[in-house]
């Protein structure tokens, strides 16, 4: 194990992309701006504000303006135009998937996480093919995902060789209607040879959260003889990922470690640095809150703890700051307050969601906490979701066209940044909704989606009239038993 351990960092693979020795973490530069982002003119909030609104990355400066905001009538036209934002970028998309826990086998001792090497309590799975069949069965056969994120520990046995074949298996499970039809990955940092595989299965989404970018936090967050502990081989997992060829990239931050201002600051340098190297930022940001697990006492003790209204303030802030960016918001947050910052410029989330490992297939609607990472605060399903959503006038999107047709990395940004991708995800968040609808939806949701599908047709229609017929065409083919029409 520990030769194992000796052998999983290359020093190469973060000291290329430093400067002097030092990483795009500029705690200086971060600690000055959120002092002096406290004295902004309205004008220069409005400044800040039309940038935005033209979808264009904010700097540091203008981001801890944001964050220091506090004159109410300022904050409420922050909170109007992030929401601007989103319709501008996103429209009323909403798009879902799951998380699949392949194992909770890990070699790291994160003092926040259940899943830690030293949580005796925790009983240790690792899903065999058969079990990641049964699990997908369930996933894409009965409930309806078309978009897991595969989640995997930290461990010799769980490494790349694991990755390549779960996701393969996953790939190749067909319970007609039910199909996955694009993998996320969560992963541990992965050496440059590693991503080269996870691009050639064919992954969506490659994602690893730094959890937190503040230096002394994370060294006490992670023991030093552990793995995780060191800081930049976890910072410049995506400059290897970029390397291998993987364009399409998400980072976040575990709130709730460190005070929330400064990690937010931080992941804004994270997309500016992957901007300014690689042309191409973050896919998606995520930031998860701290929540209890089992087994781990810093979970439930931190100073750090976030609050609803800052967890708002952190989607509005992060909304405007990198505008083409998907935001994500997780079943870890309670039903109401992720239907509110849906609102405020979240675009994706998952539903049904069981972070158990096995838990799809047992049928369960209860949580297994000496079997997860953490407790989750919303545990509708997805039906219900899609029914709220639909009430709030939001499609849910299925959409995984994306990456099959090489909307990725530059090319998505462009189209994200001139407003014309949510064209593109608007037809098929139509067409992938109608066929859910079809497959999957119970009575009172069907019901529903159908006024929803409706008015969007309308205004593709009214607003996209070259794009109509064709749209038209494939939602008529897929009512009558044609599946995956896509733009
Ligand atoms: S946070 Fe990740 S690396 Fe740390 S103990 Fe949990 S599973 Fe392992």
């Known amino acids: 194990m520990s030769t194992w351990i000796k052998n999983r960092i290359r020093s190469r693979g973060y000291e290329t992309y430093m400067e002097n020795g030092e990483n795009f973490i500029d705690s200086g530069r971060i600690i000055r701006a959120l002092e002096t982002g406290e004295q902004a003119p309205p004008e220069q909030v409005e400044d800040i504000l039309d940038k935005a609104l033209a979808v264009e990355t904010l700097t540091p400066e203008e981001t801890a303006v944001l964050i220091n905001l506090r004159d109410p009538e300022l904050v409420r036209r922050m909170e109007q135009t992030a929401a601007q934002v989103k319709k501008k970028v996103y429209?009323?998309?909403?798009?879902?998937?799951?998380?699949?826990?392949?194992?909770?086998?890990?070699?790291?001792?994160?003092?926040?996480?259940?899943?830690?090497?030293?949580?005796?309590?925790?009983?240790?799975?690792?899903?065999?093919?058969?079990?990641?069949?049964?699990?997908?069965?369930?996933?894409?056969?009965?409930?309806?995902?078309?978009?897991?994120?595969?989640?995997?520990?930290?461990?010799?046995?769980?490494?790349?060789d694991y990755m390549v074949d779960t996701i393969e298996t996953i790939y190749d499970v067909n319970t007609s209607p039910g199909v996955i039809r694009r993998v996320n990955v969560n992963a541990p940092p992965l050496q440059i040879e590693e991503l080269r595989q996870l691009k050639e299965v064919g992954i969506g989404t490659y994602q690893v959260f730094q959890e937190t970018?503040?230096?002394?936090?994370?060294?006490?967050?992670?023991?030093?003889?552990t793995l995780k502990s060191n800081y930049n081989w976890r910072l410049y997992s995506m400059h290897r990922a970029f390397e291998a060829g993987i364009d399409d990239v998400g980072i976040g931050?575990?709130?709730?470690?460190?005070?929330?201002?400064?990690?937010?600051?931080?992941?804004?340098?994270?997309?500016?640095?992957?901007?300014?190297?690689?042309?191409?930022?973050?896919?998606?940001?995520?930031?998860?809150?701290?929540?209890?697990?089992?087994?781990?006492?810093?979970?439930?003790?931190?100073?750090?703890a976030v609050s609803?209204?800052?967890?708002?303030?952190?989607?509005?802030?992060?909304?405007?700051?990198?505008?083409?960016?998907?935001?994500?918001?997780?079943a870890r947050e309670p039903a109401e307050l992720r239907d509110d910052v849906v609102e405020l410029g979240c675009t994706q989330t998952d539903a049904s969601t069981r972070i158990g490992i096995g838990t799809y297939s047992e049928y369960t609607v209860e949580q297994a906490k000496e079997r997860q990472q953490?407790?989750?605060?919303?545990?509708?399903?997805?039906?219900?979701?899609?029914?709220?959503?639909?009430?709030?006038?939001?499609?849910?999107?299925?959409?995984?066209?994306?990456?099959?047709?090489?909307?990725?990395?530059?090319?998505?940004?462009?189209?994200?940044?001139?407003?014309?991708?949510?064209?593109?995800?608007?037809l098929n968040a139509i067409l992938t909704f109608r066929e859910w609808l079809d497959d999957f939806a119970s009575e009172e949701t069907r019901r529903r989606g159908e006024k929803?599908?409706?008015?969007?047709?309308?205004?593709?229609?009214?607003?996209?009239?070259?794009?109509?017929p064709r749209l038209k065409e494939y939602h008529d083919r897929i009512a009558a038993g044609e599946r995956d029409l896509y733009f």
């Open 91 to 160: 429209d009323n998309r909403i798009v879902t998937f799951a998380p699949l826990y392949l194992n909770n086998l890990c070699v790291n001792n994160c003092r926040y996480c259940g899943f830690r090497r030293d949580n005796e309590e925790l009983d240790r799975q690792i899903l065999s093919p058969r079990e990641v069949r049964e699990e997908t069965r369930e996933l894409a056969g009965e409930i309806g995902h078309k978009r897991l994120i595969v989640v995997y520990g930290e461990a010799p046995r769980t490494g790349i």
């Open 308 to 330: 609803d209204a800052e967890l708002k303030r952190i989607v509005t802030v992060l909304r405007l700051a990198v505008p083409y960016t998907g935001l994500i918001i997780t």
């Open 374 to 426: 953490f407790l989750l605060g919303d545990t509708r399903s997805l039906d219900e979701f899609v029914s709220d959503m639909a009430e709030r006038g939001y499609i849910t999107s299925f959409c995984t066209a994306g990456y099959r047709c090489g909307r990725t990395g530059e090319c998505i940004m462009e189209l994200l940044r001139e407003g014309k991708e949510a064209n593109y995800c608007k």
């Open 452 to 468: 929803l599908l409706k008015q969007e047709l309308e205004e593709v229609r009214r607003e996209l009239p070259d794009s109509y």
């Open 253 to 304: 931050a575990l709130f709730g470690l460190y005070d929330w201002r400064f990690e937010v600051m931080s992941l804004l340098l994270h997309a500016r640095e992957l901007e300014a190297r690689f042309g191409v930022g973050p896919h998606t940001i995520s930031f998860p809150r701290l929540e209890p697990a089992y087994g781990a006492p810093l979970s439930e003790q931190s100073e750090y």
């Open 213 to 225: 970018y503040h230096r002394p936090t994370y060294e006490k967050a992670h023991p030093d003889e």
